[in-house]
């Protein structure tokens, strides 16, 4: 192993969703900081197009996240055979490639250094190895290398989707996302589509399951995107992209991530249990660390954070629970029916695992869905222990 390192205030491994976001606030808060981002890939963010809603974090983030968002909403539908509804909740959608140039201005504006097609070969609390064997060295390293699917432990379903961005011929006239349009065939699970209206003439659909197992037929996924996109009587004049996911949604509480280095992002368990979804918590993570003497992160501090989220995701997880091991197929439908009953602020805050325990009780309470035993004791029992 060759080279002296060179030395920065932090190295961030993985130049993905979690380490571009801490770029971000860094720049905002600690303008000066030394920053070196690390990224096996050819370019950073890879190719995604991520969401949250709007009250998902606080003014506080939004103040840095801002100039990542390309396209926001006041609302959008939820659709299942006995409910046909408008959730009035501000939604906002960040492609990667609009997020990979903000991070690069961003770091482009202090003292910093990307490396692109990079890889880190050993990843310690205060060192990194790259692959060309020079080494970088700092006194906060921060991982975020993104999931590892053969990691994955017992206690979870999956969601998986794959996503086609079109462009249509006419005005598809579609002014609002669709969340959730589950007057689909049923299969794998549940399956829903969901679609963004990303200008008058340009659509991203994706065909969804909530499954019990991490495996995806692509093909497949896009054919019933195409036919979904048929039915609607939306003229497809180009394809213009396509993304896919499997994501883990897990009902069991997970201890911290080891390791001498911080672990960001999908691999050290910041997301959302019951969407897979981890902007909001990778957000309130790089905001936390940034408001942060950098060479002063202690794991016991880090730990706290941590058990906090898993905190607010008790609900979610008890949710996850109920869909994936307590209910038929066709039950899951139905549960999510009965979520989106609720009103706008209940949802709102259980994205945000705000939840509260009144919001819990109007979640869980009342007859059980159909194709369901009553469940919320035996999910508490299994979730909370
Ligand atoms: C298609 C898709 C859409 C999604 N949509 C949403 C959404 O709408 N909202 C939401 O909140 N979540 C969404 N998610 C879930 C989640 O937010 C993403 O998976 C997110 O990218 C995870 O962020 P991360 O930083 O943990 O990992 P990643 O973004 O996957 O970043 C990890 C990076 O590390 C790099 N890397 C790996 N190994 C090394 C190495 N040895 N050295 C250097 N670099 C390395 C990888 O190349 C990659 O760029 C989506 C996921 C997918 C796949």
Redesign the pocket.
Known sequence: MGGIGSQFDCVL???????GLLVMALRHHLPQARIAL????PRL????????HQADVDQAVWRWLQPAVAHRWSGYRVAFDGLDRRVALEYAAIPSTQFASTVEQALARGPGKLWLN????QVEGQSVVLANGQVLAAPLVVD????DLRQAPAGQGWQKFV?IELQTHRPHGLLEPILMDARVAQRDGLRFVYVLPLDPQRLLVEDTCFSDNPLIDVADYRAQVMAYVARQGWAVAQELRQ???V?PMPWQKAPMARGSAVI????GGW?HPLT?????E?ARLAQWIACRPLGAIARSELELVHRDLQKRSWLARMLAFALFRLSQPEGRAAMLERFYRRPDAVVGRFYALQSTLADAWRITAGAPPRGMHWWPRRAAREVLS
């Open positions: 491994v993985g130049g993905g969703l979690q380490n690390v990224e096996a890939g963010a890879g190719n995604h197009t991520w969401c949250l990079t890889r880190a070969v975020a290398r993104g999931p996503g993304e896919q996911g994501l960001g992002g999908v691999q997301f897979g979804y981890s902007l909001p990778a």
